[in-house]
């Protein structure tokens, strides 16, 4: 167990394209949820002890709308009842969000990775999907940031957002990088159910960019981002060496993790599972003393194998054919042989002595290449 994620559902408004389980920060019982957060830890942790974990991430929602007070009690316990010294403790945050106390409690309790949802440079775009930033308010932010002490800073950017054109992208892309920050992740827009976007989609109020444009923009995303020494670790995800999100890799090395709050997610002792997502639900369950498991499920051998393969191929250096052989007593080539012969016939995926990849072409397509490993 190398890893936790803790979840903070609370938003001061909801973007357009967000699915994730969040509600609207008024009327919150957000003291409470804190307190349960933190029973949850003690509660898992008596029936799962480990010894260290390497890295936590906070994410949301929006964690950083938590005020001053509020944001110290978290960092507090969480410091206090997790086995955690010297890892990679991330936050996420919107631009204008983190005032200059907020940072130095953030600093003060060894926080030492920032993740912002940058989304865009375009102003009008920002409005356009639900953003309440300005450009202005990331290049503020990210002062502010660093002169707190932060070096370890990641913004993320989407693509092929409604209306947005190939020039608006390179553009946003060029602002981001002239910030030479460390880690960048970019993602193209996914239209899921119960959002803005889908309902003015089912509408056909949604003008979103061709299937081939969102393709050319993914192509200049790796070819910027190589051009100024970030490495593609991941489908989605750049850096500079010895910046990569170590905690997202516990996610795509398949190693387990823990999930904390309302709707995490967790990965304990081969068993996926998931709590309950209304904050009220989750609360009632901790008041109780039990653990606020909504659902979970014991993952066979097979299904084991599968996600090594959907998660480690997000990778680009993909999935090592000895470690797979250690960790199941099984041949790669003999469990996916005919999905491996598949995708390699179509050039989407190269296997060489000691790992099978996605090749260039793969990545514009890998959920595709990824569903052919779902037995």
Not at 164 to 170: A, K
Request: glycine share 6%.
């Amino acid at each position: 167990m190398k890893a936790a994620y803790i979840h903070i559902p609370f938003c001061e408004h909801i973007c357009y394209y967000c699915d994730f389980n969040k509600v609207f920060l008024k009327g919150q019982p957000v003291d409470e949820y804190i307190d349960a957060l933190l029973k949850e830890m003690r509660l898992q942790l008596e029936m799962t002890p480990v010894n260290q974990l390497e890295t936590i991430f906070v994410g949301g929602g929006t964690p950083t709308v938590l005020n001053e007070t509020q944001l110290d009690r978290l960092c507090n316990g969480v410091r206090a009842i997790l086995p955690f010294h010297n890892g990679e403790f991330t936050f996420e945050a919107n631009p204008g969000d983190l005032s200059e106390e907020k940072l130095r409690i953030l600093h003060e309790y060894g926080v030492n990775r920032l993740s912002f949802g940058v989304q865009s440079f375009n102003n009008e775009l920002l409005k356009k999907i639900g953003r309440t930033h300005t450009s202005d308010d990331v290049f503020e932010t990210l002062t502010k940031a660093k002169k707190a002490g932060f070096e370890n800073i990641s913004i993320d950017l989407m693509y092929a957002l409604p209306g947005q054109t190939e020039d608006d992208f390179r553009s946003s892309l060029r602002t981001a990088l002239e910030l030479n920050l460390p880690h960048y992740s970019s993602y193209s827009l996914i239209v899921e159910p119960k959002t803005v976007f889908y309902n003015l989609m089912r509408k056909g109020k949604l003008h979103l960019p061709s299937e081939d444009a969102e393709a050319r923009m993914y192509e200049i995303l790796m070819t910027e981002m190589e051009k100024h020494g970030l490495h593609q670790y991941e489908i989605s995800n750049f850096a500079k060496p010895g910046f990569e999100s170590k905690h997202n890799l516990v996610y795509w090395n398949n190693e387990e993790y823990f999930g904390f709050g309302a709707g995490a997610h967790s990965y304990v002792e081969q068993v996926r599972r998931s709590n309950s997502g209304p904050v009220k639900k989750y609360l009632t369950r901790l008041e109780k003393g039990e653990l606020p498991i909504f659902d979970q499920h014991k993952l066979t051998k097979q299904e084991m194998m599968e996600e090594e393969m959907f998660l480690g191929l997000r990778k680009n250096e993909g999935v090592s054919l000895v470690h797979f052989k250690e960790k199941y007593n099984e041949n790669v080539l003999n469990v996916f042989g005919n999905a491996i012969s598949e995708m390699v016939e179509r050039k989407l995926l190269e296997v060489t002595d000691n790992r099978i990849q996605l090749t260039k072409e793969g990545r514009f397509i890998g959920n595709e290449v990824f569903q052919a490993f779902l037995m």
